[in-house]
């Protein structure tokens, strides 16, 4: 029988256990994750980051407690490294079990880096491990056309030097979080997210769309009828490569033939009075505004207009006001159109000022009741159920939109898609960009949509 050669010094010894244990848990976890018995983040952290960690510091221990050892027997002698001598079966002994538990070590270690990084780039590690800090991008990311893309494919995409990259930053993130000094709300715009050709293009092919697609907008009145007003507009959507066709439309800005470079002057890339437009031929035009500087120009950011320049949003779509999140719950049918006055109640019931949305949720809830019970007993004793319903949907338009502890409610974020609350298309559509021979960037309503 092989007698199993334990380490004859303490910390050696320690080190035995610790990598053992470290290595048991870490593959009856491992084996119930494949299972999928994984569902709070919080274990993912100790099992996929913690007990690897105890794991490599117990192998180390195992050398350095040896090291230590011998280093105390030999104290005054020579120092002479052990003879090690085939001929004599306890080496032999001591050479195979090392050698195959490195292998085994070895497997352990490189499948527990893989879950490491596959769970840090899993949706659950990026939107809840830093609870409050990702809350409201994480909110709006469930409640979004992307709720089943990965944050990694739009922040890092595909790609050794991205993920190198990433890690990097995820590192200083870290410690943000740890000391508290990141910004509330979380500053926007990324400045170093990784440019979207790389990473949208992965699913969208802007060269593949083309012609209009029909939008119906919808806003509802204050009235007891919670009367709709349509707007229908024919968005010129647009793309095309210039090969096959003459590319017009909204997605010529990105087309393979256009490259339309811009400087902005504030943090939030809203104020943007320099524009070079490159087109297909190589001819270059550059748009200004009057009265801008060249110093103001140095100061600023400049930056090739990409897919997040009006997509800014895609991944997180916050509401830009209370009566815009409202009116989206009327059209969708989440708030009950049938109630008297519902319109009105919920965008002054979800606009209040509260603490922190567990305060919210309650107050927004007896906000509604109470005006049923008092104002409408008629309504709150025949349609019970639809206050309720209404109560559930103001308190989900609340709490994916506003987060008090992050200083994030309606319109923090500006959305770059549109013209009506925050400046987006018209930063440069102001017909004030002018360029040299006399050319404007144009606000001519029909360039974009159709208005019907
Ligand atoms: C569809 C692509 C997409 C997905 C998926 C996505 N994001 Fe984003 N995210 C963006 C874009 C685009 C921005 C803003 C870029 C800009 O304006 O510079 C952004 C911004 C952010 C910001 C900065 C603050 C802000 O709101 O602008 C944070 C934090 C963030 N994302 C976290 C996440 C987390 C966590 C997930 C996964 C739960 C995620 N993102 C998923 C595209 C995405
Ligand atoms: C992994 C694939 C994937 C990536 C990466 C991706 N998208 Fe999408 N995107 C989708 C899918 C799928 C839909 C359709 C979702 C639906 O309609 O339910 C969509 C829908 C959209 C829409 C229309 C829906 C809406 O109202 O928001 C826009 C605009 C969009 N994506 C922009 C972007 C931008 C900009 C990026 C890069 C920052 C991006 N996407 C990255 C898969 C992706
Ligand atoms: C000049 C601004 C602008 C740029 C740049 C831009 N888009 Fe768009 N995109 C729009 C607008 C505006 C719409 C229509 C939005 C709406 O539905 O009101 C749109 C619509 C879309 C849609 C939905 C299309 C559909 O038929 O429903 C997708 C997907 C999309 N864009 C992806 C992209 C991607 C990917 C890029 C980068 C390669 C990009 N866009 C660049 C402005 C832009
Ligand atoms: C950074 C500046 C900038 C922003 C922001 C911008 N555009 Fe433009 N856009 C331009 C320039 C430059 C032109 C070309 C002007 C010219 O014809 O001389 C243009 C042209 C267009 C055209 C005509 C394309 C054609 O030839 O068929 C459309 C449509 C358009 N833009 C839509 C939009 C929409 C919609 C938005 C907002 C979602 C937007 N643009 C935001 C710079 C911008
Ligand atoms: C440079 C492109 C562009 C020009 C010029 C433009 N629009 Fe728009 N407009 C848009 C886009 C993009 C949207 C869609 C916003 C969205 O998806 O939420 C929009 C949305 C709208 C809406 C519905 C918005 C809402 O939230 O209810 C109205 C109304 C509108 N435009 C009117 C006009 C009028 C009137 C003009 C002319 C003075 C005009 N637009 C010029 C790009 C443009």
């Known amino acids: 029988m092989i007698k199993l050669p334990l380490p004859r010094n303490p910390v050696s010894l320690v080190g035995v256990l610790l990598t053992t244990l470290g290595a048991v848990l870490f593959l009856i976890f491992f084996l119930a994750d494949a299972f999928g018995l994984h569902t709070n983040p919080y274990m993912g952290i100790v099992f996929f980051i913690i007990l690897p960690s105890i794991f490599v510091f117990g192998l180390l221990l195992i050398p350095i407690g040896g090291w230590l050892h011998r280093r105390r027997i030999a104290a005054g002698q020579p120092d002479v490294w052990p003879r090690i001598d085939f001929n004599n079966p306890r080496h032999r002994n001591v050479a195979f079990v090392i050698f195959g538990l490195t292998v085994i070590n070895v497997m352990i270690v490189s499948l527990a880096a893989y879950s490491g990084v596959e769970f840090m780039d899993s949706t659950t590690f990026c939107g809840s491990v830093c609870h409050e800090v990702m809350q409201p991008e994480f909110e ?46 979380i500053p926007s715009p990324v400045t170093n997210l990784r440019p979207a050709r790389e990473t949208c293009e992965q699913c969208h092919w802007p060269e593949k769309f083309h012609g209009d697609k029909v939008r119906v907008f919808r806003e509802y009145g204050d009235d007891a009828k919670n009367t709709v007003n349509e707007t229908t507009l024919q968005m010129h959507i647009g793309g095309g490569t210039s090969a096959t066709r003459e590319v017009t439309g909204i997605h010529w800005h990105t087309s393979a033939s256009t490259k339309i470079e811009y400087i902005s002057t504030d943090d939030k890339r809203q104020v943007i009075p320099w524009v070079r437009l490159t087109d297909r031929y190589g001819n270059v035009r550059d748009y200004v505004v009057d009265g801008v500087t060249q110093a103001d120009l140095a100061k600023g950011e400049h930056r090739s207009m990409d897919c997040v320049d009006c997509h800014n949003r895609p991944g997180h779509p ?28 919920t965008v002054a019931a979800v606009k209040g000022t509260y603490p922190n949305q567990l305060t919210a949720t309650d107050a927004i809830a007896v906000k509604l009741r109470e005006f049923y019970r008092t104002q409408q007993p008629q309504v709150y004793m025949t349609s019970r159920p639809d206050v309720e319903r209404a109560v559930v949907a103001a308190q989900a338009i609340y709490s994916r939109n506003v987060f008090p502890s992050m200083n994030v409610t309606f319109g923090t974020y500006p959305n770059n898609i549109g013209h009506m609350d925050f400046p987006g298309c018209f930063r440069c559509h102001d017909d004030s960009h002018k360029s040299k021979d006399g050319r404007v960037i144009s606000q001519n309503c029909d360039t974009c949509h159709a208005i019907q």
Do not use: M, Y
């Open 140 to 185: 709006s990311f469930k409640a979004g056309a992307h709720a089943r893309v990965g944050c990694v494919q739009c922040h890092i995409g595909p790609g050794a030097s991205w993920f190198v990259k990433s890690k990097l930053s995820g590192t200083r993130q870290v410690f943000a979080v740890l000391f508290n000094t990141h910004g509330r709300p």
């Open 318 to 345: 916050f509401a830009a006001t209370a009566e815009k999140a409202v009116d989206a719950a009327l059209a969708s049918g989440d708030l009950p159109l049938s109630l008297p006055f519902i319109r009105r109640e």
